[in-house]
């Protein structure tokens, strides 16, 4: 552990650096969430329901 970063083992055997808001003991087991994956669905959902919002208002205006 050091200080607000903690070095953690994943599961494909690579270590990495996470900051951790409080201390974590040696050997436990801990769930880190990947927001960046979330994140590019929530977008790619967001400008798929602007373009269909966009499509039916150009139908409607247009008929």
């Known amino acids: 552990q050091h ?3 903690v070095t953690i083992l994943t599961e ?3 270590f990495r ?3 951790s808001r409080k201390g974590i003991k040696q050997g436990q087991e801990v769930a880190v969430r990947d927001y960046s994956e979330i ?3 929530a977008l790619a959902f ?3 329901f ?3 919002v966009a499509v039916f208002y ?3 205006v247009s008929s």
């Open 58 to 60: 150009i139908l409607m």
């Open 12 to 14: 494909d055997g690579e």
């Open 46 to 48: 967001f400008l798929l």
């Open 39 to 41: 994140g590019t669905y």
């Open 17 to 19: 650096d996470y900051p």
């Open 3 to 5: 200080g607000r970063r």
């Open 50 to 52: 602007v373009l269909a």
